[in-house]
């Protein structure tokens, strides 16, 4: 070993013992004849003295060391005379006897602390300085301790952990596989998984009851902000067992990681239905943190003489509490808002509800007090409190009023990072209609079970069936997701029938799944955390990318190690595949 | 739920209590107006009864009931009058009232029992079926139980899992990569890693001090029997360590899974160097569950008129313990044996050690009882043993000893699947030379530092540069290597120089880590287990084939799901890429 201690470890009891230490300078400094060094490890921080009058030639060593410099030191732990509180080793310096220098470093680009002066490209391009940041360094560390309190949790919960393969067979449903040439198999490709689904579906055929695994998956999507091609899944499933002991067992999970990791106690999780969702926050993953659920208005709304209210489907209104205040400027700002092409609102109504308990609203022409004040009263606003409106098509002024409704739980500091408000999401549609290819796709995947009281409409009115699906969101967004699968042969050709499947593609794809179904196949359910949007939100952050030690950046390249690359022309002789470069058109 | 309790949990403390069992119908038989259903899950298995007094129906229904039909049942637990001590559960059956067909089965290809009918083919085609016999289920869960051990020991060694990309950049150096054509960089291919061992180094440079992952690995060779193209290591890397610091943190990791998982106690791991290992054993990888070490001859041997030892290198011999008895013909089946093409052995001289003090032996024409007597004496031999002498040039004399001391180890029945003996082989060679390339190439891999003793040979004389290298070796079999890394670009040039890589070669494929040399590497170390065969070994089987979920057969084929397969012509257009049939020449 290099050293006897850790740079974090050192307290007053070690005082006058002998310890060394390594690690990397963080800084140097001269001060009145003696030289200061910080030394940094993963542990912390430990603060060398190196002494001109006790030993000038090992002074001038430690004046020539560089920032990263990774030495070992040798020295007596001494009591400090200006403690510094804010270090776990503050009270305590070593007084250097020895010193080595292991690696020497050249100058990094750029600065190895929390607030960096380096920018995203040069910090990808050097990720393993990156990661030396006590920021990043905490956040692998805190995916670390996730990682280990999930399978404790699911350990004791009996599950095990069973590994399925990577090299599987490419059935593209949705997203696009990532393909791998076999050598041995001529003009044949493995895929990479984008979940391991059919497997841990087999796994319950083969009786294994109980299975989780935290596991890399693929998509070769266009990467829109903060995806990643390769991420991270927490994959269970369940045999034996219906909606509601899937929902227990992971929201135990959730609890028990909150509990461990966080020291928070969470409360039970609030269910809400997809309806009631939408109905209430036009989103599918609404962040509770806060309130401001949406009213719908046309009763009182409609029918006024305000024809962009009377042609809308649905007038519906959000409460800001005590936004009465708001200026011309501020309201100018969040039409603005609602009205970028990302949203797309035509326009959005306002309504002061002012403290003398008059109304003033951008639409006064249309609506007299006594108007306004109905709206006021069905919205539960008080004097002081601003009403949002936003109308047309159903759909489409839910998701617009849903980016007003978050805009506004920024604006007043409703959506706090340390709030952590878990819920599930339920009764998720079956299907959706997928526009450009005109066909029905899976909303969740092609192996949730319909809800029995809605197999009937699975013929008439595909899109009303409703699913055994669920999704846990926090913080408005997705942590999770899973449903009831289908376990019978005959029910899951329905489905794939539904999706536009034929017999004989169905057969091709997914026979060894619908084969398995027919040798006693036990009911079961399942679900997947995305592990590393997981990180990020108990983390406090917005970016998974801060949470994967070696990221790709947004075209799917690793820019440090040069990924993707071309390969030799050998390469392609054994794979039997070259090169076909596109033709423009 | 679907049940109260798990098919392996009644006891005779449920006694008169209503329960609801679920699982697979392992057996049904008829006997005196009851039918007798064995219920199966992962937990275990329970007698149901179903009583033709009682409900006439449910009776009916039961012997309806195929193998393998999943149902639900209830009834009440109740004391058996004769009891079964072979099962858990054996003192108690359920007294079925109820009983529900979940899922019915068709007739399974094969009997779902340890010993089962099917052959390796049609099991594989099943796995899901295959995977649900007790023996099969064990192995799994011996794989989990090992896995969460061996997490538990490096948790609380202070190691962080932490995950490396699976899609990174081909670097063909021994095995092939598998690739992975970039939809997004066209011409250009990520590679599967055969192990992260670049990205494990880095994290030491980025100071993470203690790393291990337990991850899936891909090589794409031709397969040898009971290879998997892709597999599961334990990898590890600590920084600022020595090459004791190492062993002593490993032999911790095997003792600790072989006390928490088989509860034995191993003591201390003995150590012995490449050099020793082949001069005793013929092997780097010495199976010491029994002795019979080789000894050298060549003074008592040669020079005495016997052309064949007068012309080797090497003569060496065993001495196998009480077998002067073996008949003619066991002597001929070991000359047969060492004969075989996969041996190549030209002969096998034998020395029968009688029990009156004289010697039989197949060379008595070149050497008289004394001159035998000194062979016997020099191998420790006494009478009732049988000395069996092998020779040739020096290295295949030895690798031909070590088939044949096997071999007699099997026939003499020491090597028990139940004894399980650790060893460290050290000080390996850093180099070996490759015939067909003529070239050097790294024994372990290019990142393996020399001894510091050595590094003058490096020049002079490479074949004699012995590396700060090390496998453990259980039972015969390597567990696991690892080496003290190189953590300087000089040194690394140097390595890459030496096995023939150009500068401009080594800084495109392995110039980010050279680079990161220069930012203050930390001196590191670290070790991989094969994480299958370690599971194989601890199961006390030889295939990891059967540890493994869904493995691949010898073409690397999943020949469940049919993988590898063809894709779309759209997959191969996003791709740009298109097939090259191999021509015949």
Partial sequence: MYRTHTCGELRMEHASSEVTLAGWVQKTRELGGMIFVDLRDRYGITQLVFNKDQDADLCDKAKALGREFVIQVKGEVMERTAKNDKMATGNVELIASEMKVLSASKTPPFTIENETDGGEDIRMKYRFL?????????NIMLRHRIAQESRSFLNKSGFLEIETPFLIRSTPEGARDFVVPSRMNEGQFYALPQSPQTFKQLLMVAGYDRYYQITRCFRDEDLRADRQPEFTQIDCEIAFVEQEDVLNMFEGLAKHIMKYVHNIDVAEVPRITFAEAMRLYGSDKPDIRFGMTFTELNDVAQNKGFKVFDDAELVVGICAEGCATYTRKQLDALTDFVKRPQIGAKGLVYVKCNEDGTFKSSVDKFFDQEKLKAWADKMGAKAGDLLLVISGVKEKARKQMNELRLEMGNQLGLRK???????????????????????????????TSPKAEDFDKMDTDPGAVRA?????????TE???????????????????????????AVEKFGFLMGAFEFGAPPHAGLAFGFDRMCALLGGADAIRDFIAF?????????MIDAPSKIDEVQYEELCIRAAPKVEA
Same sequence: chains 1, 2.
Wanted: net charge negative; glycine share 8%.
């Fill in 130 to 138: 990156d990661l030396r940041r006590p920021a990043v360094q905490e």
């Fill in 417 to 447: 990072k340390d709030d952590f408000k878990f819920l599930w999401v339920l009764d998720f549609p079956l299907l959706e209609w997928a526009e450009e290819e005109e066909r029905w796709v899976a909303r969740h995947h092609p192996f």
């Fill in 468 to 476: 055994n699906a669920y999704d846990m969101v926090l913080n408005g």
């Fill in 479 to 505: 942590l999770g997701g899973g449903s009831v699968r289908i376990h019978d042969r005959g029910l899951q050709e329905r489905v794939f029938e539904l999706l536009g499947m034929s017999k004989e593609e």
């Fill in 551 to 559: 990221p790709k950046n947004n075209s799917g390249r690793d820019v």
